[in-house]
């Protein structure tokens, strides 16, 4: 089983639509979580992050961490064409462990 | 202030070859971590470098090695290449990913193609 699941898709929504990006994680220690958004052809680029249980919320993005059901979730308000991309979790205990990401989410948002 | 840069962009070798890749971090960071990323595997850690240093390492075979230079370039090299090693291969440079793993700033990686 790997320390990280995350559902590859594809998912493909309306434009406007709000979208919902999961994952599951076995390992307790993780106190950092992250999302990252990949563009065809580029790097990962940090969107944001959430450090141990709670809720984040930075424009038509909301991060929400359940460390009791070892869940977290990225939701995407009024989705745009220019927010299709791979979306990947990782996550860290921190002190010098590394990162670990989930296989990503492919995201078509149709006009 | 510049990115990351990896070169080269795109490679193409044969199996049995050796290849290297270079990733030169953003400057003022210390720590370099290496990424591969596969369609089935997702990004899985290779290995981190600190102050030339490797201070983490994933669970990849010994053909898979690499090394940072005081100005904190780094380069990881494999060995007798095989057909699953075709990938991208993503640099991370952070001024040190131990204590701020959010703080990592992604190159535009290397796509390597092993025929």
């Known amino acids: 089983q790997k320390e990280v699941e995350q559902d590859p898709g594809p998912l493909s929504v309306p434009e406007g639509a709000i979208v919902s990006l999961n994952c599951t994680y076995s390992?307790?220690?993780?106190?950092?979580f992250m999302w990252y958004r990949q563009y065809s052809r580029k790097g990962p680029e940090l969107l944001m992050y959430?450090?141990?249980?709670g809720n984040k919320e930075d424009g038509r993005f909301t991060a929400q961490v359940d460390k009791s059901s070892k869940y977290i979730s990225l939701f995407i308000r009024d989705s745009q064409p220019s927010d299709s991309a791979t979306y990947l979790c990782a996550m860290s205990a921190g002190g010098g462990f590394k990162t670990i990401f989930g296989a990503g989410t492919r995201l078509f948002v149709k006009a | 202030k510049a990115g990351v840069t990896q070169t080269p962009r795109y490679l193409i070798k044969t199996r049995g070859q050796q290849v290297t890749l270079s990733c030169s971090p953003i400057s003022g960071h210390r720590s370099v971590s290496w990424y591969q990323q596969t369609p089935g595997q997702g990004l899985q850690f290779l290995f981190e470098?600190?102050?030339?240093?490797?201070?983490n390492k994933g669970n990849f075979p010994g053909r898979f090695s690499g090394r940072q230079f005081s100005n904190s370039r780094s380069e990881m090299n494999v060995s007798t290449l095989e057909l699953g090693d075709s990938a991208l291969y993503l640099c991370?440079?952070?001024?040190?990913?131990?204590?701020?793993?959010?703080?990592?700033?992604f190159g535009p990686g290397t796509r390597l193609t092993v025929t």
């Open positions: 991370a440079s952070s001024s040190d990913a131990g204590e701020k793993p959010y703080e990592q700033y």
């Open positions: 470098y600190f102050s030339e240093t490797q201070r």
């Open positions: 390992n307790s220690a993780f106190q950092y």
């Open positions: 959430t450090y141990s249980s």
